[in-house]
C-alpha cells in the first residue's frame, strides 16, 4: 500500500508539497506536539483514575480499595506498550510509517473518547470495569504504535557539543501536558458541585485529549510523510525491522537501557499520581488544591528540563543522570516527611520534586536511545522506551499505595530509592550509555 494511503497523509503531502523543505526546528515542534497530545492523554486518564473512577468505576468497595483496583487498570496500557509497538511496527514494515501513525493516533483518539462515554457501574454493573479496562489497553496499544522515530532523527542530527539539548526537547511534552490535564480538572473539581463533576465534569478532559490527538496527528504526519524525511529516515536506518532480529542482536542494550532511566521514571510517577492518591484519601485537602499545586510545580519541571539540556552539555549527560540518581536517593528519604507536612510541605515536596524529576527525564530519552547502531535504533528506541515505562512507571502508583498504605510513607520513599539505585547500576554497568 505505502504511506500514502489515508487521505489524512495525502492532504499532508498537499501541504507540504507548496512548502519548502522541512527544518530541523520543525522536527522539534512535531516531537513537542505530539509527545504533549500523548502526555496529556496519560495525565488525564491518571488524574480521573485517582478522582473519579474509584467512586465511578468501584463504588461497592472502600476508598482505598477502589483506588487500587483503578491502579491496577492504569497499569495495564504499559502492560499493552510492548505489544502494541510489535504489531505496529509490522503495520510499519508493511504499509509505511504514515499508516501506521494514522491507526495508532485513530485508535488512540477512539480509546480515549470512549472513556469520556463510560458508564458508571450503577447504570451497567461490571461491564462498566471490562469497558474501562479495554479502552486502558486500547490506549496502551496505540501509544506503542505512536513512535514516529522523530525523537531518534533529531538526535542524529544533534552537533556533537549539543546532544543533551536536543535531548530534553521531546521530554517538554509532559510538564506540558500535566500542566494543561491538571488545570482543566482542577477547574471542573473547583466550580463544579459534586453531583454535576462526577456526572459530567469529569468527562470534558477526555472530548480535550481527542481533540489535542487530532492536532498532533495531522501535526507528525506532515513531517513524516514528505519526500525530503522520508530520504532522511531512509539514509538514517530509522527503519523498522523485526523486533526479535533486533533483540538477538542488541538485547542487552534493551535491557539496560529500560533500568537506566528507572529513577527519574519512579519519581515521574511518585510526584505526579501518587501524592494525589495520598493527599485524596488521607488529607482534607481536596483534590482540586493539590491538582494546582501540581500545575504550580509543572512548570518548574518544564524551566528544569530546558536546564537539562544546557547542564548536560557542559558536565556531560551520564555525569548528571548519575548525580540525579544519587539526588533522586536523598530525595526518597525526606519526601515523606514533606509529603505528610501539610500544604507547605506538599509544595516544597512538589516544587523539589519536580525540580530533580525535571534534570533527570530531560535526559532519560537520551539513555533510552544512544547506543543502538543505527539499523536497530528505530525498533530498539521503541522497545526500550515501552520497558523502561513498564519497568519503572506503569505499577509504580499502585506499589507506592499498597505500601504506603500498610507500611507508612517512608515504605514508598524505599521504593523510590530502588528505582535510584537501579539507575546508578545500569550506568555502572554500561559505560557507553548516556554518551
Known amino acids: 500500500m505505502g504511506s500514502s494511503t489515508t487521505a489524512t497523509e495525502r492532504d499532508a503531502r498537499l501541504v507540504n508539497a507548496r512548502d519548502h523543505r522541512v527544518n530541523p526546528g520543525e522536527i522539534a515542534i512535531g516531537v513537542i506536539i505530539g509527545r504533549t497530545s500523548e502526555f496529556f492523554d496519560f495525565f488525564v486518564y491518571a488524574i480521573a483514575s485517582v478522582i473519579v473512577f474509584p467512586k465511578l468505576v468501584f463504588p461497592y468497595l472502600d476508598p482505598l480499595t477502589g483506588t487500587l483496583w483503578s491502579f491496577a487498570i492504569f497499569a495495564l496500557a504499559f502492560v499493552a506498550r510492548p505489544v502494541g509497538s510489535m504489531l505496529f511496527m509490522a503495520i510499519d514494515r508493511a504499509h509505511g510509517r504514515g499508516a501506521k501513525l494514522t491507526l495508532s493516533l485513530f485508535l488512540l483518539g477512539t480509546s480515549t473518547v470512549a472513556i469520556a462515554f463510560l458508564p458508571s457501574y450503577e447504570q451497567i454493573g461490571a461491564a462498566a470495569i471490562w469497558l474501562l479496562a479495554a479502552a486502558r489497553i486500547g490506549q496502551g496499544l496505540a501509544l506503542g504504535g505512536a513512535w514516529d522515530g522523530l ?18 526537547i521531546p521530554q517538554l511534552g509532559a510538564p506540558i501536558g500535566l500542566i494543561v490535564a491538571s488545570a482543566l480538572f482542577a477547574y471542573f473539581a473547583g466550580n463544579l458541585s459534586a453531583e454535576d463533576f462526577f456526572s459530567w465534569g469529569w468527562r470534558y478532559p477526555f472530548f480535550v485529549a481527542f481533540a489535542i490527538n487530532v492536532v498532533a496527528l495531522f501535526a507528525r504526519l506532515r513531517i513524516v510523510v514528505t519526500p525530503e524525511y522520508t530520504h532522511l529516515f531512509e539514509s538514517r536506518e530509522l527503519q523498522p525491522v523485526p523486533v526479535t532480529e533486533m533483540l538477538r542482536n542488541e538485547g542487552m542494550r534493551v535491557v539496560l537501557g529500560a533500568f537506566a532511566p528507572l ?8 510526584v505526579t499520581v501518587f501524592p494525589l492518591s495520598w493527599i485524596f484519601l488521607y488529607t482534607q485537602d481536596t483534590p482540586a488544591d493539590f491538582l494546582l499545586i501540581e500545575v504550580v510545580a509543572g512548570f518548574f519541571g518544564l524551566g528544569a528540563i530546558i536546564a537539562s539540556g544546557w547542564i548536560a552539555d557542559r558536565i556531560g549527560r551520564r555525569t548528571l543522570l548519575g548525580s540525579c540518581a544519587a539526588a533522586i536517593a536523598v530525595f526518597s528519604g525526606v519526601a515523606p516527611l514533606l509529603l505528610n507536612g501539610g500544604p507547605l510541605g506538599e509544595l516544597v515536596f512538589m516544587i523539589v520534586g519536580f525540580v530533580i524529576l525535571g534534570l533527570s527525564f530531560g535526559q532519560s530519552s537520551g539513555v533510552v536511545t544512544s547506543g543502538f547502531t543505527q539499523r536497530y535504533r528505530y525498533t530498539g528506541a521503541a522497545i526500550t522506551s515501552d520497558l523502561a515505562w513498564l519497568f519503572g512507571a506503569g505499577f509504580a502508583p499502585l506499589v507506592a499505595l499498597v505500601l504506603s498504605a500498610n507500611y507508612g510513607l517512608f515504605s514508598a520513599g524505599a521504593y523510590l530509592l530502588s528505582g535510584a539505585v537501579c539507575t546508578l547500576l545500569a550506568l555502572w554497568l554500561n559505560k557507553t550509555l548516556a554518551k
Do not use: T, V
Not at 532523527?153 to 552537533?159: K, S
Open 151 to 168: 525523537a531518534s532523527l533529531l538526535a542524529l542530527n544533534a552537533p556533537e557539543n549539543r546532544r543533551g539539548w536536543y535531548a530534553m
Open 263 to 270: 529513577a527519574s521514571f519512579a519519581l515521574f510517577h511518585m
